[in-house]
């Protein structure tokens, strides 16, 4: 082959330069046809005085390859960095995650030898938007941000992938029981999306008890989507019950961009010892082949990585105390396997698998007709719940009323229950006896900074076409 592939290669922290060294001695042993741009990344980079921990020409090498293939790295303790794998997705727009977790028993001590199955991550929004403030001495807020686009295009994602690697079912976890707008958003795309892909069967879990059955008995699941959080400890918990968080790839895929690595760390106490296990990088490193169109390279890498395990060729975190090899061994043992097939496993075979089409969210025109309703104000204040709520009654006219105080989310004023612990954290929420305008609003908190309230965040209450769009109070 001519015309070989760009891509960008960070080969990171702690035992990240070994396994990277091995997984690409694999993948070009195997013909590969790549051609890697080094770029440094991680904890060298922060300690330099970056706190991102990626410089600018590092930017634009992964601008112009579009791969990423990156090792684990380290972030240095203590306040101020900022974690690179997060930026690294929010920056490139790499919104889906797709964790393979599959059972490779009985090589892999595993109690599921059926399992075999994919959670499909939502990379961008949800809690993981790190925006987090400290509003008064004993309560600090983290706010989960989902919207309609980044629902759509994770959800989308999942459909077509189904489809194009042959799965069956797809489900839905999120836990919309409580947090009936935002999870209640991605249950409803979800269900909107899926009417379109009336071949495949499709459910959907309440997050707690869906991964208590996926522990239990993960081979009912096939492919899962869900939201940031939950699908970072799902999948967590997913690879290791497989056998081995060390044998878990990832990808990372955006509208242009796409980021290929393992989903364990740096494991800085291992470095330099020659006992890494290359397998998770690796496994990564054929989700990229397959990214990039060489799969048929993806196939024979993949097909001898599996008749190694089958002959028993182990790194020291598999082996659990039986015979072993060092990471250059290990990959050596892979190289050695090239054009085989297991005989025990499921060999695979990528070739001929259409490559994923890229998803591109086109923002919809909407004819929504917003109108303001209220607005809950919250206050700072260490003074008892009717003190606080009688005052602010006398001063919501005439343009509110107040409806309620509420403490961590539970109404308690009017009628609240003694036996409630409250905070320093209030929120008061007014409602319009009119429809309240900007200015009506300014001149409330106005008055609240008479009563000598300090007001440390508003939200807006709406009406979407004569709907309300806020949440009530626990009790309200």
Same mark, same amino acid.
């Given at each position: 082959?001519?015309?070989?592939?760009?891509?960008?290669?960070?080969?990171?922290?702690?035992?990240?330069?070994?396994?990277?060294? +091995?997984?690409?001695?694999?993948?070009?042993?195997?013909?590969?046809?790549?051609?890697?741009?080094?770029?440094?990344?991680?904890?060298?980079?922060?300690?330099?005085?970056?706190?991102?921990?990626?410089?600018?020409?590092?930017?634009?090498?992964?601008?112009?390859?579009?791969?990423?293939?990156?090792?684990?790295?380290?972030?240095?303790?203590?306040?101020?960095?900022?974690?690179?794998?997060?930026?690294?997705?929010?920056?490139?727009?790499?919104?889906?995650?797709?964790?393979?977790?599959?059972?490779?028993?009985?090589?892999?001590?595993?109690?599921?030898?059926?399992?075999?199955?994919?959670?499909?991550?939502?990379?961008?929004?949800?809690?993981?938007?790190?925006?987090?403030?400290?509003?008064?001495?004993?309560?600090?807020?983290?706010?989960?941000?989902?919207?309609?686009?980044?629902?759509?295009?994770?959800?989308?994602?999942?459909?077509?992938?189904?489809?194009?690697?042959?799965?069956?079912?797809?489900?839905?976890?999120?836990?919309?029981?409580?947090?009936?707008?935002?999870?209640?958003?991605?249950?409803?795309?979800?269900?909107?999306?899926?009417?379109?892909?009336?071949?495949?069967?499709?459910?959907?879990?309440?997050?707690?008890?869906?991964?208590?059955?996926?522990?239990?008995?993960?081979?009912?699941?096939?492919?899962?989507?869900?939201?940031?959080?939950?699908?970072?400890?799902?999948?967590?918990?997913?690879?290791?019950?497989?056998?081995?968080?060390?044998?878990?790839?990832?990808?990372?895929?955006?509208?242009?961009?796409?980021?290929?690595?393992?989903?364990?760390?740096?494991?800085?106490?291992?470095?330099?010892?020659?006992?890494?296990?290359?397998?998770?990088?690796?496994?990564?490193?054929?989700?990229?082949?397959?990214?990039?169109?060489?799969?048929?390279?993806?196939?024979?890498?993949?097909?001898?990585?599996?008749?190694?395990?089958?002959?028993?060729?182990?790194?020291?975190?598999?082996?659990?105390?039986?015979?072993?090899?060092?990471?250059?061994?290990?990959?050596? +043992?892979?190289?050695?396997?090239?054009?085989?097939?297991?005989?025990?496993?499921?060999?695979?075979?990528?070739?001929?698998?259409?490559?994923?089409?890229?998803?591109?969210?086109?923002?919809?025109?909407?004819?929504?007709?917003?109108?303001?309703?209220?607005?809950?104000?919250?206050?700072?204040?260490?003074?008892?719940?009717?003190?606080?709520?009688?005052?602010?009654?006398?001063?919501?006219?005439?343009?509110?009323?107040?409806?309620?105080?509420?403490?961590?989310?539970?109404?308690?004023?009017?009628?609240?229950?003694?036996?409630?612990?409250?905070?320093?954290?209030?929120?008061?929420?007014?409602?319009?006896?009119?429809?309240?305008?900007?200015?009506?609003?300014?001149?409330?908190?106005?008055?609240?900074?008479?009563?000598?309230?300090?007001?440390?965040?508003?939200?807006?209450?709406?009406?979407?076409?004569?709907?309300?769009?806020?949440?009530?109070?626990?009790?309200?």
């Amino acid at each position: 082959m001519t015309n070989k592939r760009a891509i960008t290669v960070a080969k990171g922290d702690g035992i990240g330069p070994e396994i990277m060294d +091995a997984t690409l001695h694999i993948l070009l042993s195997a013909g590969a046809n790549i051609e890697p741009e080094f770029i440094d990344i991680g904890e060298k980079v922060y300690l330099a005085g970056n706190s991102a921990g990626i410089e600018a020409s590092s930017w634009e090498s992964l601008r112009r390859t579009k791969v990423f293939l990156k090792a684990p790295i380290t972030t240095p303790q203590g306040g101020g960095y900022k974690s690179l794998n997060v930026t690294t997705r929010k920056a490139l727009g790499l919104f889906a995650n797709i964790r393979p977790c599959v059972s490779y028993n009985p090589f892999v001590q595993s109690k599921h030898p059926k399992m075999n199955l994919v959670i499909v991550r939502e990379n961008e929004e949800d809690l993981y938007a790190g925006i987090e403030h400290q509003q008064t001495p004993e309560v600090i807020q983290c706010l989960k941000l989902i919207s309609r686009p980044g629902c759509e295009k994770i959800v989308r994602y999942g459909f077509e992938y189904a489809v194009r690697n042959k799965r069956k079912k797809v489900t839905c976890f999120t836990k919309d029981n409580i947090m009936k707008m935002t999870d209640g958003l991605f249950h409803k795309v979800f269900d909107e999306i899926g009417a379109e892909y009336p071949d495949l069967e499709k459910e959907h879990w309440i997050i707690d008890i869906g991964m208590a059955k996926m522990a239990d008995t993960p081979e009912i699941f096939d492919v899962i989507i869900m939201p940031n959080l939950y699908g970072d400890i799902a999948s967590d918990v997913a690879a290791q019950i497989a056998g081995s968080v060390g044998l878990a790839g990832s990808s990372n895929i955006g509208e242009e961009c796409s980021m290929f690595e393992a989903i364990h760390g740096s494991a800085p106490r291992r470095a330099g010892q020659n006992l890494a296990n290359p397998s998770g990088l690796l496994l990564g490193a054929i989700m990229m082949l397959q990214h990039i169109d060489q799969n048929d390279i993806a196939t024979n890498v993949h097909n001898a990585w599996l008749k190694t395990l089958e002959d028993g060729v182990f790194t020291y975190d598999i082996a659990k105390g039986g015979a072993s090899v060092g990471t250059k061994e290990f990959a050596e +043992a892979v190289v050695a396997r090239l054009g085989q097939k297991p005989s025990t496993l499921k060999a695979v075979d990528y070739t001929g698998s259409p490559s994923q089409r890229p998803i591109k969210y086109v923002r919809k025109e909407n004819n929504i007709k917003r109108e303001l309703d209220g607005v809950d104000v919250f206050i700072y204040s260490t003074k008892p719940t009717d003190e606080i709520g009688q005052a602010l009654e006398k001063i919501a006219a005439p343009d509110f009323n107040l409806k309620m105080l509420s403490n961590r989310g539970a109404k308690v004023y009017p009628g609240g229950m003694s036996e409630t612990f409250c905070t320093d954290h209030w929120r008061c929420r007014f409602l319009g006896n009119k429809a309240p305008t900007q200015a009506d609003i300014r001149n409330l908190l106005a008055r609240v900074e008479e009563l000598g309230f300090e007001w440390i965040k508003l939200e807006n209450l709406y009406k979407f076409d004569g709907q309300k769009v806020y949440s009530m109070g626990q009790g309200e």
